[in-house]
């Protein structure tokens, strides 16, 4: 009997369970096995469901450092290529004040502003880029004011 085979040992004056008390704790042990199953699903669905959100969030992270390591090259590369470029420039330009390259067609002018006046040899391709960066200089009779 299954009663007896569980007694403590020593113990022979239990006597066995009735059957409808036996019935009863069974049932009531598979009522609180199947709960205790149903949360542990529950629980375990939600973990499934957690980790599968974090695998697609780390996936789309990925996806994102990716992209943008990308673009950070394409940005050195570019930064590179217009840092070479401005070496090239400025190799081929001298700085303002110095005397022009031959052959550019340099002119002394005087720049007037409010804080007096100045005056400067330039080429004509310097003398046309200030011009456009201060509208106000004007050139007349190789004398510029501003």
């Known amino acids: 009997m299954e009663g007896r085979a ?18 009863a704790a069974r049932a009531m042990w598979a009522a609180a096995w199947n709960a205790a199953q149903e949360a542990i699903k529950t ?18 992270m990925a996806s994102e450092i990716v992209e943008l390591e990308a673009k950070l090259d394409t940005m050195q590369a ?21 005397p022009p390259a031959p052959g550019l067609g340099s002119r002394s002018v005087t720049i007037r502003g409010a804080s007096g006046s100045r005056s400067v040899t330039m080429g ?18 190789n004398k510029a004011s501003a």
């Open 78 to 98: 570019e930064r590179e290529s217009l840092a070479a470029t401005l070496d090239v420039a400025a190799r081929k330009h001298k700085p303002l004040g110095s």
């Open 43 to 60: 629980e375990r669905d939600g973990l499934t469901a957690a980790r599968r959100e974090m695998e697609k969030e780390r996936a789309e």
């Open 6 to 23: 569980r007694r403590p040992r020593g113990v022979s004056n239990i006597p066995d369970m009735p059957e409808g008390v036996a019935g």
């Open 124 to 141: 004509s391709r310097s003398l046309t880029g200030a011009r456009q960066q201060d509208p106000r200089l004007t050139l007349s009779d």
